[in-house]
């Protein structure tokens, strides 16, 4: 009876881990095309190039994005095993799946008539909501986040490097696609993400938590430690050094 009561206790903390990661996922899907695309900004990372790719060919950043994630789940696979690119695989087809609903049929518009600092903030805070939930129970925001880690790893720099690097790349691309003023709002979306992405992760909580590379922590609930791991991570998110 004590070994079932486990086994079940273990598939609801599961499903409920799931369930928070889904809700991340949404956020950013909604975020990005509600707010970014129809506002005409970018994004850092693989959903930049996935935006980007939609203004330049017209494809759906839902396709763009998978066609980009999945070389990095193959090598994943084969570098971290199978359970750790099914749950980084669930988190990326669910943004994929959400985005394309949102693209196929809302009809809600949130264009601010090119009062760009508006969408910037909310961006920036929605997705650093979003990102952050997501990394906060072990999942992974794309394809992007675990190829800097393998980068971070194989090179030996430092993980905010990796992340400088690969996100000044991105919105260095975005000045093809678009006008100057839309790149610098992007760059101040980027930074508030970065900045509620590392508030959600550190938020002081009692149990067990997950940091990005799924391993259990159990943090007294009196003095409640930082998740050094996720806060490595998102301390740099999308490219922000402090």
Do not use: C
Not at 26 to 48: K, T
Not at 142 to 149: C, H, P, Y
């Amino acid at each position: 009876m004590k070994r079932t009561s486990l086994t079940m206790q273990q598939v609801k903390t599961e499903a409920g881990k799931l369930a928070i990661m889904l809700l991340g996922t949404f956020i950013l899907a909604f975020a990005y095309y509600h707010i970014n695309f129809q506002n005409h900004l970018s994004e850092g990372g693989f959903v930049g190039l996935a935006l980007l790719g939609k203004y330049a060919t017209g494809l759906s950043p839902a396709i763009g994005m998978l066609l980009l994630d999945i070389p990095v789940m193959i090598l994943a696979w084969y570098l971290k095993g199978w359970r750790f690119m099914i749950q980084a695989l669930l988190g990326v087809g669910a943004f994929s799946l959400f985005y394309d609903g949102f693209e196929r049929y809302s009809t809600l518009v949130m264009s601010f008539n090119g009062n760009l600092w508006i969408p910037a903030v909310l961006s920036g805070v929605l997705t650093g909501v979003g990102a952050g939930i997501v990394l906060r129970f072990g999942g992974a925001t794309g394809g992007d986040d675990i190829l800097a880690v393998l980068v971070s790893r194989w090179k030996g720099w430092k993980l905010g490097t990796v992340f400088f690097v690969s996100d000044a790349f991105v919105l260095g691309l975005s000045l093809f696609f678009l006008p100057v003023k839309e790149t610098l709002y992007t760059i101040l979306a980027v930074w508030i993400a970065s900045k509620v992405i590392t508030y959600v992760v550190s938020i002081p909580a009692r149990g067990t938590v997950v940091t990005t590379s799924a391993v259990k922590l159990q943090i007294p609930s009196v003095a409640t430690k930082a998740v050094n791991v996720a806060s490595q991570r998102t301390s740099v998110a999308r490219g922000v050094t402090h």
